[in-house]
């Protein structure tokens, strides 16, 4: 009796029963926090563009392993269809537990190059799209006393790189924003939290240029690039931790302290 006991617990997984929503999901770090949270036996709702070539993908290695995901086209830029999203999540799952801002895009460029669509597109996309996402769970999240928010910032907002003023301001905004409505909701079961992902390996780094790639892995004191399960398993350590909020947690190797 006991034994089976034992084993019944083995088989409930820490997330079951949660709805988490992951932006950016249909590729590089968003497709593998949603496995990961898949994994856990979270519902996933993936937000990802209408014409992504690659979210499909996605959804048949979750089903294959038996996790749940619901793929719903968004963009998170535009208000009135981050709005349409969630009340489709609602409608159909009734709750959000986690929201995973993580949706990002880069238009790198010196400074005095930089044209304002460059400014627009990255500040839109990675920064008012978290505030879109934001805005719509808030009063859901208060009303059940639970959330978790996780905004995928980077190294970049805290450090600076050449060529990306508009990446740098959006990371470095998504701190702000999540230190402020950390504290905003700490009192109302709600955790905001930032995670500040190095140089992972994913199409977006890879990229860059090879001189400026190497440059930057020389300089890294762990001598790699990160891989995206080990930002998936920040988030995961962000959804379980309860008494932690407003932190931006480096995952990077080291190269920024
Ligand atoms: N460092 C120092 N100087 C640089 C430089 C660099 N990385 N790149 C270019 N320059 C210099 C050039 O030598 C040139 O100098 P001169 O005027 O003296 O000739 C000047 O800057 C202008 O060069 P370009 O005309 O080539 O500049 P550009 O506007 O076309 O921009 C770039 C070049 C797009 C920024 C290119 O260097 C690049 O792609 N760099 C990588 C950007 C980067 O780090 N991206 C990270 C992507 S990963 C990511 O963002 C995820 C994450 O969160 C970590």
Same mark, same amino acid.
């Given at each position: 009796m006991t034994n089976q006991l034992f084993e019944e617990t083995q088989l409930v997984?820490?997330?079951?029963?949660k709805v988490a929503i992951v932006t &950016?999901?249909?590729?590089?770090i968003g497709a593998v926090i949603a496995k990961e949270l898949a994994a856990q036996g979270a519902q996933i709702v993936a937000a990802h563009k209408a014409d992504s070539a690659t979210i499909q993908n996605v959804v048949t290695a979750i089903r294959e392993e038996g996790g749940l995901i619901e793929p719903i086209p968004c963009d998170i830029a535009v208000l009135e269809d981050a709005e349409r999203f969630v009340a489709q999540t609602i409608e159909k799952? &009734?709750?959000?537990d986690i929201l995973v801002n993580n949706a990002g895009v880069t238009k790198d460029r010196s400074f005095r190059k930089l044209t304002r669509e460059d400014w627009d597109t990255v500040i839109d996309i990675n920064l008012t799209g978290a505030y879109n996402m934001t805005k719509q769970v808030i009063e859901p999240m208060i009303a059940q006393n639970y959330g978790r928010i996780i905004n995928i910032s980077s190294i970049v907002g805290q450090a600076g790189a050449f060529g990306q003023t508009n990446y740098s301001a959006s990371k470095a905004g998504l701190i702000g924003f999540t230190k402020s409505l950390a504290l905003e909701t700490a009192s109302k079961g709600i955790t905001v939290n930032a995670i500040c992902p190095g140089y992972i390996e994913t199409e977006m780094v890879a990229a860059m240029p090879d001189d400026v790639k190497e440059g930057i892995v020389s300089k890294v004191p762990i001598r790699r690039l990160g891989q995206p399960e080990e930002i998936a398993q920040a988030v995961s350590y962000l959804i379980s931790?309860?008494?932690?909020?407003?932190q931006q947690l480096n995952v990077n190797g080291g190269l920024y302290m």
């Open positions: 997984k820490p997330l079951t029963g &950016g999901a249909s590729r590089g799952f &009734g709750k959000v931790a309860s008494f932690v909020t407003g």
